[in-house]
């Protein structure tokens, strides 16, 4: 972590002035933010940066192989398979757990990785809005590869609505406007002029589909996917298109690619920056050292079904043993001194796919509890979703 920007940071952090940045993020946009944003960025180190770009794009390397796409057709459930998933997926995100080796040097590892949508719209605001309420160096960004700002909007325009008008382009979730990323939803509105729409008021004549407004039926051409198709079974959500029939229409990100690229993919990835993991089902014996090790389901999200504390009794009360993995424990370093203890810290590196994997972004959340989820943060502050500003030399 680059000590002297955040001394400098941290001398100049007003309780005042924090308000007014989340009286900015909860009115510039038509929802407010339904998570807690923390009182900082993370400022890093060029040699951290360096670190987190190559272990990155190594992952994506090797979710991206031949082989690796051949074992992953496995990770579909067979009655959540959608015909006409392409080659790759759209977007593509890596999480690191920032930890000390052995020399106390500040390293990458390897936590979860994703096919799926992240906080692609609302990053943008994130970081326009820090920059107004704090002094953030002009050669620090959040983006990479040359992109700023400006060029961010439009690759991600190039990336969800294409050569299509926007009109045509909706984003797809359940109930989008009590989604906890709502305020997500409606930064990408603001920034690509699309719209969102509830699953529920699709609608298919053959194999097209349609949005209603007003008195119109607009014709969808191209879905920006936030649908996990999980929670569409668990909520039992009444909808009236058949998503797994040959619609006319393009995924983006395609729903194949969230079981693909996923905690499944952990156990068949490997460097020195990925912790051991094994398929539960896979274990003729559990690890010596399960003290070490945390179960998580393959397929939940934010946290949901994590256990920290295993014993061989818990591990064997469980049925259904393939939808889990064991992972070795990471060990988070404090790194972000605040006025009540250290942070910790973990990155998502943000890739969208224009011929080839592009890094352009990253996310960060910041945590002292156990867990980096709510649940393990309640009542702590300088904890929650944030960003990392690197010295823009890439």
Same mark, same amino acid.
């Given at each position: 972590?680059?000590?002297?920007?955040?001394?400098?940071?941290?001398?100049?952090?007003?309780?005042?002035?924090?308000?007014?940045?989340?009286?900015?993020?909860?009115?510039?946009?038509?929802?407010?933010?339904?998570?807690?944003?923390?009182?900082?960025?993370?400022? +890093?180190?060029?040699?951290?940066?360096?670190?987190l770009i190559n272990y990155s794009h190594e992952i994506v390397n090797q979710v991206m192989a031949p082989d690796f796409l051949e074992i992953s057709q496995g990770a579909i459930p067979a009655n959540l398979k959608i015909p006409n998933e392409g080659d790759h997926p759209t977007f593509?995100?890596?999480?690191?757990?920032?930890?000390?080796?052995?020399?106390?040097?500040?390293?990458?590892?390897?936590?979860?990785?994703?096919?799926?949508?992240?906080?692609?719209?609302?990053?943008?605001? +994130?970081?326009?809005?820090?920059?107004?309420?704090?002094?953030?160096?002009?050669?620090?960004?959040?983006?990479?590869?040359?992109?700023?700002?400006?060029?961010?909007?439009?690759?991600?325009?190039?990336?969800?609505?294409?050569?299509?008008?926007?009109?045509?382009?909706?984003? @797809?979730?359940?109930?989008?406007?009590?989604?906890?990323?709502?305020?997500?939803?409606?930064?990408?509105?603001?920034?690509?002029? @699309?719209?969102?729409?509830?699953?529920?008021?699709?609608?298919?004549?053959? &194999?097209?589909?349609?949005?209603?407004?007003?008195?119109?039926?607009?014709?969808?051409?191209?879905?920006?996917?936030?649908? @996990?198709?999980?929670?569409?079974?668990?909520?039992?959500?009444?909808?009236?298109? &058949?998503?797994?029939?040959?619609?006319?229409?393009?995924?983006?990100?395609?729903?194949?690619?969230?079981?693909?690229?996923?905690?499944?993919?952990?156990?068949?990835?490997?460097?020195?920056?990925?912790?051991?993991?094994?398929?539960?089902?896979?274990?003729?014996?559990?690890?010596?050292?399960?003290? &070490?090790?945390?179960?998580?389901?393959?397929?939940?999200?934010?946290?949901?079904?994590?256990?920290?504390?295993?014993?061989?009794?818990?591990?064997?009360?469980?049925?259904?043993?393939? &939808?889990?993995?064991?992972?070795?424990?990471?060990?988070?370093?404090?790194?972000?001194?605040?006025?009540?203890?250290?942070?910790?810290?973990?990155?998502?590196?943000?890739?969208?796919?224009?011929?080839?994997?592009?890094?352009?972004?990253?996310?960060?959340?910041?945590?002292?509890?156990?867990?980096?989820?709510?649940?393990?943060?309640?009542?702590?502050?300088?904890?929650?979703?944030?960003?990392?500003?690197?010295?823009?030399?890439?």
């Amino acid at each position: 972590m680059n000590t002297k920007l955040r001394e400098r940071y941290n001398a100049e952090f007003t309780e005042g002035n924090y308000k007014s940045f989340l009286d900015d993020i909860n009115s510039v946009l038509k929802y407010p933010a339904d998570f807690r944003i923390a009182e900082t960025p993370v400022f +890093l180190t060029e040699s951290l940066t360096i670190d987190l770009i190559n272990y990155s794009h190594e992952i994506v390397n090797q979710v991206m192989a031949p082989d690796f796409l051949e074992i992953s057709q496995g990770a579909i459930p067979a009655n959540l398979k959608i015909p006409n998933e392409g080659d790759h997926p759209t977007f593509l995100q890596v999480d690191f757990a920032i930890a000390k080796d052995d020399d106390g040097k500040f390293i990458p590892m390897l936590i979860e990785l994703q096919g799926f949508p992240t906080l692609y719209g609302f990053q943008y605001y +994130l970081d326009k809005l820090t920059r107004k309420h704090s002094k953030i160096p002009k050669n620090y960004s959040p983006y990479f590869n040359g992109i700023d700002r400006e060029s961010y909007v439009t690759i991600l325009k190039d990336t969800i609505v294409h050569d299509c008008d926007p009109e045509n382009v909706v984003l @797809i979730d359940i109930e989008p406007e009590k989604q906890k990323t709502r305020i997500d939803f409606a930064a990408t509105e603001k920034l690509l002029g @699309i719209n969102s729409v509830c699953i529920s008021k699709v609608i298919q004549k053959k &194999n097209k589909l349609f949005y209603k407004s007003g008195n119109r039926e607009i014709p969808i051409k191209r879905i920006y996917n936030r649908i @996990i198709l999980d929670e569409l079974k668990r909520r039992k959500t009444d909808f009236n298109f &058949n998503y797994q029939s040959d619609l006319d229409v393009e995924w983006v990100s395609h729903p194949n690619w969230f079981y693909r690229i996923s905690k499944y993919s952990l156990p068949f990835l490997s460097g020195e920056y990925v912790p051991e993991t094994y398929f539960l089902n896979e274990l003729d014996e559990y690890p010596a050292d399960l003290e &070490n090790f945390i179960l998580k389901p393959l397929y939940s999200f934010a946290g949901h079904g994590v256990e920290l504390d295993l014993t061989a009794d818990l591990l064997d009360q469980i049925e259904d043993r393939s &939808n889990y993995i064991l992972q070795a424990k990471v060990e988070y370093a404090p790194i972000i001194k605040t006025p009540d203890g250290f942070s910790k810290a973990e990155i998502r590196m943000m890739f969208v796919w224009q011929d080839i994997p592009i890094l352009v972004n990253n996310l960060v959340r910041l945590g002292k509890g156990k867990m980096m989820g709510v649940d393990h943060n309640k009542d702590k502050t300088w904890v929650g979703s944030s960003l990392a500003y690197h010295p823009i030399v890439y």
